[in-house]
């Protein structure tokens, strides 16, 4: 909601009430709309934009500069987390060709075999859901899992990153399912 008046000195309170609730639901709603206010523009301001599903601060007022404060379409890792996260050499090692230093077996697909993802998630007894471009959401029993995200073949159980094998000739097509099933046999056990 984004109906902020500035209340006249000369205004009786009875005049007020009305301006003075329609104030504090803008301040409850974070000015939400979907577009930016016009008006009574204050420094330090927000806005949830409502079509975008962003948050918004105001840096400069007479600029009108709204700068991005958080996106919620997106998934959130803190800056320490990614900065401390650790992949054994073991798992890159075999990747590299030693005499031409590139990596091998460059025919592997990108995606996951979606009709096998989800012949997997119902044995399993999970319900999926599209949360956006690539990006799945998984629910057993009417709570979350884990989301994963098919073209990059990455599952994450909001306390760990897990990349599966993409399927290739070289390491067989099957590497990923086990490794799926493993992940989900952890997630339920826990």
Request: proline share 3%.
């Amino acid at each position: 909601m984004q109906k902020l008046v500035t209340i006249e000195e000369a205004w009786t309170l009875a005049n007020s009430l009305g301006y003075i609730n329609d104030n504090f639901m803008s301040l409850l709603t974070n000015n939400a709309g979907i577009s930016f206010p016009v008006d009574n523009l204050t420094l330090g301001m927000v806005c949830f934009r409502t079509d975008q599903l962003k948050l918004y601060n105001l840096i400069n007022v007479e600029r009108e500069i709204w700068v991005l404060t958080a996106d919620l379409t997106q998934t959130y890792a803190t800056k320490e987390y990614v900065d401390n996260i650790k992949i054994p050499l073991d798992r890159v090692t075999d990747l590299i060709d030693e005499s031409t230093k590139k990596i091998k077996d460059m025919s592997r697909s990108n995606f996951t075999p979606m009709e096998r993802f989800h012949e997997i998630l119902n044995d399993h007894g999970l319900q999926a859901m599209n949360v956006g471009i690539n990006h799945i959401r998984i629910f057993r029993d009417g709570r979350k899992m884990f989301d994963y995200y098919p073209l990059r073949m990455k599952l994450f159980d909001y306390h760990n990153w897990y990349q599966l094998t993409y399927p290739s000739f070289g390491n067989g097509n099957g590497k990923w399912e086990q490794e799926l099933q493993e992940i989900i046999g952890r997630l339920s056990a826990a």
